[in-house]
C-alpha cells in the first residue's frame, strides 16, 4: 500500500503562486510514477503533471504548460507542484497519485492511477 497526503493548498489571487507537497509513504515499489490531478465541481477529474519517481521526466497538461512544474525530492519522499500565474479557471480540488506506468503520458489519465491523496483545495480570485 502507498499513503497519500497533501499539503499547501489555499486562496491566492490571479497571477500569484502557491506550490503544493505531497509526502508520500508506504511500499514505494508500488509505483513508479506520480502526478498531480485537480476536479473543479461539475468536471471531470484532469491530470495536471506527473513525473516518473526514477528518473527526470515530466509531463504537462496543456492547461498548465508553462505555468506549473512539477518536482521530487525523493530523500524527503514528497512531490511538489509549483503553480505560478494562477488564473480563476484553476480553482479545483488537487489530488497526488501515484501508479506504475510503461508510457508516463498514461499517468496523466486517471485509469492509470492506483493510489490517491485525499486532496487540498485551491481557490484562485479574480
Known amino acids: 500500500q502507498v499513503q497519500l497526503v497533501e499539503y499547501g493548498g489555499g486562496s491566492v489571487q490571479a497571477g500569484g503562486s502557491l506550490r503544493l507537497s505531497c509526502v508520500v509513504s508506504?511500499?514505494?515499489?508500488?509505483?513508479?510514477?506520480m502526478a498531480w490531478f485537480r476536479q473543479a465541481p461539475g468536471q471531470e477529474r484532469e491530470g495536471v503533471a506527473c513525473?516518473?519517481?526514477?528518473?527526470?521526466?515530466?509531463r504537462y497538461g496543456d492547461s498548465v504548460k508553462g505555468r506549473f512544474t512539477i518536482s521530487q525530492d525523493n530523500a524527503k519522499n514528497t512531490v511538489y507542484l509549483q503553480m505560478n500565474s494562477l488564473r480563476p479557471e484553476d480553482t479545483a480540488m488537487y489530488y497526488c497519485?501515484?501508479?506504475?506506468?510503461?508510457?508516463?503520458?498514461?499517468?496523466?489519465?486517471?485509469?492509470?492511477?492506483?493510489?490517491w491523496g485525499q486532496g487540498t483545495q485551491v481557490t484562485v480570485s479574480s
Open positions: 497519485a501515484a501508479g506504475s506506468v510503461a508510457r508516463l503520458l498514461d499517468m496523466l489519465n486517471r485509469d492509470f492511477v492506483r493510489y
Open positions: 508506504g511500499k514505494t515499489s508500488s509505483r513508479n510514477s
Open positions: 513525473i516518473y519517481t526514477d528518473y527526470d521526466s515530466q
